[in-house]
């Protein structure tokens, strides 16, 4: 199947510092990628979806101005955790979109567990 | 309020057990999708059902669309161990940018 990769896998940074994951789709173009947060032993929530070329468009109760999305071209889209804190803390997780028939299928990467400090 | 409900929520069982997990929605889903999350990681798809009514089968899971496409279950028989981890369903509605709505996860244990 697709794969899709984030970079870092894990991070650790102080209070008050920014942080970017990057999300690569490996084996094909997507010019739609989704970024979700998740909790321990919680479903995925999603934050934005980002599409290339173009502004993303943020879930309710998301600040956009924390969150910086930038979906560069076909197979890379940024999140960048501006001024971190611990509450950020969190399982991020990018998925990347692939029409496989008629059907949109969302491929995730691996995630990036952003610890705040 | 979430789209689509979830259950149950946890289950623990032993080894050799079937068990089932439920999806349901008062929405109609284009298609809805079946992944398995362990620890750490990335939701992985196990399936993805399209046409009301649908059953697919991998291995020992089975996976169900329900005939008006608003409900989901997967069934796993004899379960293993290696069966433990987080399973989500999420649906798409349909629309031009693919968004998928998550049920809230079921976190299966499968003792020894």
């Known amino acids: 199947g697709a794969v899709v990769s984030q970079h870092p896998s894990r991070v650790i940074c102080k209070s008050g510092t920014s942080v970017k994951i990057e999300c690569r789709s490996l084996d094909f173009q997507a010019t739609t990628m989704f970024w979700y947060r998740q909790f321990p032993k919680q479903s995925l929530m999603l934050m934005a979806t980002s599409n290339e070329g173009s502004k993303a468009t943020y879930e309710q109760g998301v600040e956009k101005d924390k969150f910086l999305i930038n979906h560069a071209s076909l197979t890379l889209s940024t999140l960048t955790v501006t001024s971190a804190h611990p509450e950020d803390s969190s399982f991020y997780i990018c998925?990347?979109?692939?029409?496989?028939?008629?059907?949109?299928?969302?491929?995730f990467g691996p995630g990036t567990r952003l610890t705040v400090l | 309020t979430q789209l689509l409900e979830q259950s149950p929520q946890f289950l623990s069982i032993q080894e050799g057990e079937n068990l089932t997990v439920y999806c349901n929605s008062s929405?109609?889903?284009?298609?809805l999708q079946w992944y398995r999350q362990e620890p750490g990681e990335g939701p992985v798809l196990l399936v993805t059902?399209?046409?009301?009514?649908e059953v697919k089968k991998l291995k020992r899971l089975t996976f169900q669309f329900g005939d008006a496409r608003k409900d989901s279950s997967l069934h796993i028989t004899a379960a293993q161990t290696g069966d433990t981890g987080l399973y989500l369903c999420?649906?798409?509605?349909?629309?031009?940018?693919?968004?998928?709505?998550f049920g809230r996860g079921t976190q299966l244990t499968v003792w020894p």
């Open positions: 059902v399209v046409t009301g009514g």
């Open positions: 999420a649906g798409d509605r349909g629309s031009t940018l693919g968004r998928l709505y």
């Open positions: 929405s109609v889903f284009s298609s």
């Open positions: 998925s990347a979109s692939s029409l496989a028939g008629n059907t949109d299928t969302q491929y």
